[in-house]
Structures are given as C-alpha cells and as structure tokens.
C-alpha cells in the first residue's frame, strides 16, 4: 500500500514535469534565433488599425508572446482605467516622435531604444506586421482623448459607496421586518 501511494506520487511528477516541458517548449513560443526586423515605411500603410488596437490592449496575442504594450502604457481613451503607468502615455506620440523612431523602439534598431522594452521584446520580437499595425494604431489615436483615471476612480469609489450604504440599507430593512413581523403576528393573535 505505502509503495504504491510512493510509486504514484512519483509518477504524478514525473508526469507533471513532462506537462510542464510540453507546456514550456509547445505552448510559449518565443523567438528562438529570430531577430526582429523593422518594419519598412511602406509597409507601415497596409497596418491595421483594428488589429494594432486588439495587439496593443492584449485582445489579440503577438506572435512571439511580447507581453501587451497596455500592461506598461495607455492611449488616447483605450480601456476603462486606461494601461499601466510605467511607460509614458502613448497618445499623440507620433506628434512627439518621428516614423523612424516608432520604428526604432519596436523593432530595438535603430535611434531610439527603450532600456526597458528592448530586453524583453528582444526575447519577444515584433513580426513586421505587428509592428505596422501597431504604428497605423498610435497615429490614428492622436489627437484622441485622455482617459481621465483620477476622475473614473473617484466615479467608481463613489458608485461603490453607494452601492454598499444601499446595500446595508436594504438588508437592515429586511432584518427589522423578519423580526417584527412575527411579534406583530403574535400580538394580533393575543387579541384574538
Ligand atoms: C514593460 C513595460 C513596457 C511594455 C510592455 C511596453 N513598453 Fe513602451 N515604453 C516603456 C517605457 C518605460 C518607456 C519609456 C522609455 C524608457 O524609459 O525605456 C517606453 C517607451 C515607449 C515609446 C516611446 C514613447 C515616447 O514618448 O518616447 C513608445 C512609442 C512605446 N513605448 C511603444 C510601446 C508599444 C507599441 C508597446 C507594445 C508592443 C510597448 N511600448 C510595450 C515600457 C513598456
């Protein structure tokens, strides 16, 4: 009894770190030996927008994983609470920064490179059309408006608030008629 309870421990591992290979190698495909290529500038005009969109908030996945640009930055009035903070807001960036350099922080060739995404989008490259659509994406968000975070933040506090005094309101009332209920059943049956 103890050796099989060993022997299947064992082999619930064993088959847990083949899962785990299979997972690691099949499922999280990276580059490899692939490095990124920027894209061209005439390929920048067949980018999709819709698709830059869906690859830049993480609906749509990159080919080589790169984490979603939303994690570390938000544009123009994308998402509810906007992306993360890390990297600076990315609407009208292309009024800041030139094709070249869109280019260049994509693809980490070129003048502009971000010490911190290079590393990981050298692990994670950009494939040149999603590079293209991501780029047709941030010109087309210039000129979009801002998310306000501070304000929906106040807004959904506020909404939470309410919702939690309603809330207590609602069970409190329920409580007072659950108790009274019965005492005034009980009285009107003492004067019957
Ligand atoms: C891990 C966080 C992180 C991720 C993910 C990330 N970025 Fe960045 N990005 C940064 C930081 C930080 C900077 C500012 C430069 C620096 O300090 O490295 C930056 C700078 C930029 C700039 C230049 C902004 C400027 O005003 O100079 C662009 C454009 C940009 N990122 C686009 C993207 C796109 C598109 C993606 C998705 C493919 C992405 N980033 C993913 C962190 C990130």
Redesign the pocket.
């Known amino acids: 009894m103890m050796n099989l309870k060993i022997r299947s421990k064992a082999q619930a591992s064993f088959l847990f770190v083949v899962l785990l290979a299979l997972f690691l190698s099949g499922c999280i495909p990276t580059s490899g030996n692939i490095t990124a290529q920027p894209v061209s500038v005439p390929a920048i005009d067949k980018g999709n927008i819709e698709n830059?969109r869906n690859?830049?908030l993480g609906r749509v996945h990159?080919k080589y994983s790169?984490?979603?640009?939303?994690?570390?930055?938000s544009?123009g009035n994308n998402g509810l609470l906007g992306g993360?903070a890390?990297?600076?807001?990315?609407t009208d960036?292309?009024a800041?920064?030139n094709q070249t350099?869109?280019i260049s922080?994509?693809s980490n060739f070129g003048p502009?490179?971000?010490?911190?995404?290079?590393p990981?989008?050298t692990e994670h490259p950009?494939t040149v059309s999603?590079?293209a659509d991501?780029?047709v994406?941030?010109n087309a968000s210039s000129g979009e408006a801002e998310t306000d975070k501070e304000l929906i933040v106040v807004a959904l506090s506020l909404a939470g608030f309410a919702a939690g005094v309603a809330l207590l309101g609602i069970i409190y009332r329920g409580r007072v008629r659950g108790v009274r209920a019965p005492l005034v059943r009980k009285a009107r049956e003492q004067e019957a």
């Open positions: 830059g690859l830049f990159f790169g984490p979603p640009c939303m994690g570390c930055h544009v993360g890390m990297g600076p807001n990315l960036v292309s800041r920064l350099e869109l922080i994509l502009k490179i971000s010490p911190v995404m290079e990981i989008y950009l999603e590079q991501l780029i994406f941030l």
